[in-house]
Protein backbone atom coordinates (compact mmCIF):
# COMPACT_ATOMS: atom_id res chain seq x y z
CA UNK A 1 0.00 0.00 0.00
CA UNK A 2 1.23 3.24 -0.73
CA UNK A 3 0.49 6.42 0.80
CA UNK A 4 0.50 10.06 -0.15
CA UNK A 5 3.34 12.12 2.23
CA UNK A 6 2.90 15.09 0.51
CA UNK A 7 1.34 16.78 3.15
CA UNK A 8 3.37 15.53 6.19
CA UNK A 9 6.05 16.87 3.59
CA UNK A 10 4.65 20.02 3.01
CA UNK A 11 4.06 20.73 6.49
CA UNK A 12 7.60 20.24 7.29
CA UNK A 13 6.84 16.78 9.51
CA UNK A 14 9.63 15.09 7.61
CA UNK A 15 12.18 15.61 4.80
CA UNK A 16 13.56 13.33 2.00
CA UNK A 17 16.14 10.64 3.01
CA UNK A 18 17.63 9.03 -0.15
CA UNK A 19 18.04 5.66 -0.58
CA UNK A 20 16.15 5.26 3.67
CA UNK A 21 14.30 1.84 2.35
CA UNK A 22 16.48 -0.58 2.77
CA UNK A 23 16.54 0.67 6.58
CA UNK A 24 13.13 0.08 7.54
CA UNK A 25 13.14 -3.72 7.64
CA UNK A 26 16.37 -3.74 10.45
CA UNK A 27 15.29 -0.25 12.06
CA UNK A 28 11.98 -2.18 12.72
CA UNK A 29 13.62 -5.16 14.49
CA UNK A 30 14.85 -2.42 17.22
CA UNK A 31 11.19 -1.83 17.74
CA UNK A 32 10.46 -5.43 18.28
CA UNK A 33 13.34 -5.52 20.87
CA UNK A 34 11.79 -2.95 22.80
CA UNK A 35 8.35 -4.41 22.51
CA UNK A 36 10.31 -7.79 24.13
CA UNK A 37 12.14 -5.67 26.79
CA UNK A 38 8.89 -4.44 28.03
CA UNK A 39 7.61 -7.73 28.39
CA UNK A 40 10.29 -8.82 30.83
CA UNK A 41 9.95 -5.57 32.80
CA UNK A 42 6.45 -6.79 32.75
CA UNK A 43 7.34 -9.42 34.82
CA UNK A 44 10.34 -8.01 36.75
CA UNK A 45 7.47 -5.10 37.77
CA UNK A 46 10.09 -2.24 36.80
CA UNK A 47 7.18 -0.45 35.29
CA UNK A 48 9.31 2.82 34.68
CA UNK A 49 11.66 0.76 32.51
CA UNK A 50 8.27 -0.28 30.99
CA UNK A 51 6.89 3.01 29.62
CA UNK A 52 10.20 3.64 28.06
CA UNK A 53 10.24 0.64 26.25
CA UNK A 54 6.84 1.11 25.01
CA UNK A 55 7.60 5.12 24.06
CA UNK A 56 10.57 4.05 22.41
CA UNK A 57 8.71 1.50 20.12
CA UNK A 58 6.69 3.95 19.21
CA UNK A 59 9.36 5.98 17.82
CA UNK A 60 11.43 3.31 16.05
CA UNK A 61 8.03 2.16 14.24
CA UNK A 62 7.51 6.07 13.13
CA UNK A 63 10.80 6.21 11.91
CA UNK A 64 10.78 2.64 10.08
CA UNK A 65 7.51 3.66 8.60
CA UNK A 66 9.22 6.97 7.41
CA UNK A 67 12.18 5.15 6.21
CA UNK A 68 10.38 2.83 4.38
CA UNK A 69 9.23 6.05 2.16
CA UNK A 70 12.69 7.48 1.91
CA UNK A 71 12.06 9.96 4.25
CA UNK A 72 12.93 10.46 8.17
CA UNK A 73 11.45 13.12 10.60
CA UNK A 74 12.44 16.95 10.24
CA UNK A 75 13.75 16.66 13.57
CA UNK A 76 14.29 13.83 16.55
CA UNK A 77 10.99 11.48 16.40
CA UNK A 78 8.32 12.33 18.60
CA UNK A 79 4.97 10.30 20.15
CA UNK A 80 3.33 13.34 18.58
CA UNK A 81 4.58 12.63 15.36
CA UNK A 82 3.91 8.94 15.68
CA UNK A 83 0.85 9.37 16.88
CA UNK A 84 0.21 11.82 13.82
CA UNK A 85 1.07 8.81 11.61
CA UNK A 86 -0.76 6.63 12.56
CA UNK A 87 -3.68 9.34 12.04
CA UNK A 88 -3.11 10.05 9.00
CA UNK A 89 -2.69 6.32 7.10
CA UNK A 90 -4.90 4.56 9.65
CA UNK A 91 -7.47 6.39 10.43
CA UNK A 92 -8.52 8.69 13.85
CA UNK A 93 -10.24 5.56 15.39
CA UNK A 94 -7.76 3.10 14.61
CA UNK A 95 -4.99 5.45 16.16
CA UNK A 96 -7.04 6.64 18.93
CA UNK A 97 -7.45 3.28 20.16
CA UNK A 98 -3.52 2.64 19.80
CA UNK A 99 -2.63 5.10 21.45
CA UNK A 100 -5.03 5.70 24.34
CA UNK A 101 -4.14 2.15 25.20
CA UNK A 102 -0.16 3.14 24.91
CA UNK A 103 -0.45 6.22 27.01
CA UNK A 104 -2.28 4.32 29.64
CA UNK A 105 1.06 3.46 31.83
CA UNK A 106 2.39 6.35 31.86
CA UNK A 107 -0.69 8.06 33.49
CA UNK A 108 -0.30 5.65 36.24
CA UNK A 109 3.68 6.11 37.05
CA UNK A 110 4.66 5.71 39.71
CA UNK A 111 3.72 2.22 40.50
CA UNK A 112 5.28 -0.13 43.61
CA UNK A 113 7.84 -2.48 42.68
CA UNK A 114 5.38 -5.20 43.15
CA UNK A 115 2.77 -7.30 42.06
CA UNK A 116 -0.27 -5.35 41.02
CA UNK A 117 -4.02 -5.88 41.71
CA UNK A 118 -5.69 -7.57 38.84
CA UNK A 119 -7.27 -4.41 37.38
CA UNK A 120 -4.05 -2.41 37.16
CA UNK A 121 -1.82 -5.07 35.88
CA UNK A 122 -4.58 -5.71 33.14
CA UNK A 123 -3.61 -1.48 32.14
CA UNK A 124 -0.15 -2.03 32.23
CA UNK A 125 -0.86 -5.25 29.11
CA UNK A 126 -2.94 -3.17 27.56
CA UNK A 127 -0.04 -1.00 27.26
CA UNK A 128 2.45 -3.13 26.07
CA UNK A 129 0.34 -4.59 23.40
CA UNK A 130 -0.53 -1.16 22.33
CA UNK A 131 3.00 -0.58 21.68
CA UNK A 132 3.24 -3.98 20.08
CA UNK A 133 0.24 -3.64 17.85
CA UNK A 134 1.67 -0.48 16.02
CA UNK A 135 4.83 -2.37 15.68
CA UNK A 136 3.59 -5.03 13.76
CA UNK A 137 1.20 -3.19 11.19
CA UNK A 138 4.54 -0.81 10.51
CA UNK A 139 6.38 -4.22 10.05
CA UNK A 140 3.16 -5.39 7.73
CA UNK A 141 3.92 -2.12 5.60
CA UNK A 142 7.61 -2.30 5.47
CA UNK A 143 7.75 -5.93 4.53
CA UNK A 144 4.89 -5.95 1.68
Known amino acids: ?14 VPYEDAQPLA ?12 RARKYYSDAEYDKIDREIR ?6 AESLCYYENLRP ?5 LDLTERLCREFWGDQFAAHIFDRA ?3 GGMLPLPRESLPEEQAKLVRRSISASTEFV ?3 ECSVFM
Open 74 to 78: AEPAS
Open 103 to 105: YLL
Open 56 to 61: QALLIA
Open 25 to 36: KEHIREGWDCCI
Open 136 to 138: ALV
Open 1 to 14: MRRDWQRIVDEGHV
